[in-house]
Nanobody, 125 residues
Framework: QVQLVESGGGLVQVGGSLRLSCAASGRAFISTYAMGWFRQAPGKEREFVVSISWNGVGTYYADSVKGRFTISRDNSKNMVYLQMNSLKPEDTAVYYC?????????????????WGQGTQVTVSS
């Protein structure tokens, strides 16, 4: 089993920044997994935000966050990060970290077999 624990969420004003972290544990080879961040706003379906391949070379970003969000990973620590800048009210959501179980990044939520509990991000205007 793989356990994912997100942290770093909170309340921030429009234009502010937050850095989310995802700590992965449970399998020695999790460093070979692609990782992703998804989010779900109240009353909306879960949506893809960004994903990263096992070695950090391949990334996909949702159009809505390109140029503002940056994903990174530190395989030596089994950590994945999401740096969020220039935050907007529409970024308000619960953010979920996910592990795919395969090395290549993907935008499809159903391809991720492991999910964290989520961390709330609220952007106030």
């Amino acid at each position: 089993q793989v356990q994912l624990v997100e942290s770093g969420g909170g309340l921030v004003q429009v234009g502010g920044s937050l850095r989310l972290s995802c700590a992965a544990s449970g399998r020695a080879f999790i460093s070979t997994y692609a990782m992703g961040w998804f989010r779900q706003a109240p009353g909306k379906e879960r949506e893809f935000v960004v994903s990263i391949s096992w070695n950090g070379v391949g990334t996909y970003y949702a159009d809505s966050v390109k140029g503002r969000f940056t994903i990174s990973r530190d395989n030596s620590k089994n950590m994945v990060y999401l740096q969020m800048n220039s935050l907007k009210p529409e970024d308000t959501a619960v953010y979920y970290c996910a592990a795919r179980g395969l090395p290549d990044a993907s935008t499809k939520g159903w391809e991720y077999g492991y999910w964290g509990q989520g961390t709330q991000v609220t952007v106030s205007s």
